[in-house]
């Protein structure tokens, strides 16, 4: 039983890229859901790409915080079960409800709107289920090629390959898992529920504010536009790289804009000469804390993985 595991180390058989594709559809059409812990894992792993270095590793602790998010999101602001019987719940929705009596926390409440020790507090509890539960049964489905991981130290080292196929297939992964996601959740919840389901799991990660990066971004000198180098009035914080495609709201992914570069960039990706921008915006931010794992070259593939993944190139009008 892969979930008593306390420590594995990943196999080392060789995969070519369509061992994984098998391996990773075994997992999402094949495995027998009693919650929708597996789901929620991939989910996150899917977002943590952005923030892990190449070797992989990632500590169970920050997994969690992505984990935390997703939950309570989609248990208490959206109030959907997720486990495969009419009546009870699972340990994580337990968890996520005494949590919520604990502090009287409204149920509108988003996840961004606990305080950071509150989101901290939480993640850590939610880390005890995981870590019971879940990396060795996810390590399981995928025949144990995916990832080492070990219980004790409490942290997983992602497969380079898997790292690599994460980001090269991220928007059909996430599509795909949002779909199952989605699916599972339908036949365990009224029908009133499951009004637009699939969007609600789709943005059930994205911040409803960047006040916080906005905040950062115009304490660092940036009064221009981004793209067009309009003096700024009305301000808008872009993704650079659409959050679309990295699934995660990191600092060095965000600039300022002028709300008609925005709206007419939309969900495109800047052309190159604003790459290259970037990365010298970005050397200046490099002593802040929110700069955590990032490096130029993972600013740059990232930049080529969403080309890869569908983004078509955007021009801003320089006539605006
Ligand atoms: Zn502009």
Known sequence: ????????EANEEYLTESDLWRLTQQFLMNATYTTTYKHILMK???????????????????????VAKIYWNLVITNELRQVNIKTGESSIEKVLKNFQMKYSIPSEWNFENLSE?????????????????V??????????????????EEWVKLVPIYIVFFEK??????????????????????????KSILSKVEFVSARQSLGEFKKILLQH???????????????????????SYTQNDVLWNFVLSCPSCNSSKNNRIAEIEFLYNLIDRNKKLTHTTYMKNYTEKKLNYTYEYAIQNG??????????
């Open 169 to 194: 297939y991220k928007r059909i992964l996430m599509n795909v898992t949002n779909y199952q996601l989605s699916i599972f959740l339908e036949k365990y919840n009224s029908s009133e529920l499951m």
């Open 117 to 133: 020790s509150q989101q901290s507090e939480l993640s850590k509890n939610i880390n005890i289920v995981y870590k019971k539960y």
């Open 221 to 243: 000198g940036q009064t221009n536009c981004f793209y067009c180098r309009k003096p700024l009035k009305k301000i808008h914080v872009d993704h650079f790289i659409p959050w």
């Open 1 to 8: 039983m892969g979930w008593r595991l306390d420590i594995a």
């Open 311 to 320: 983004f078509n190139i955007w021009t801003p009008n320089k006539k605006l």
């Open 135 to 152: 990396y060795g049964s996810f390590y399981s489905s995928f025949n144990g090629t995916i990832y080492s991981f070990n219980k004790k």
């Open 44 to 66: 996150s792993l899917l977002e943590c790409t952005t923030e892990i270095d190449e070797t992989g590793k990632i500590d169970f602790l920050e997994i969690s915080k992505h």
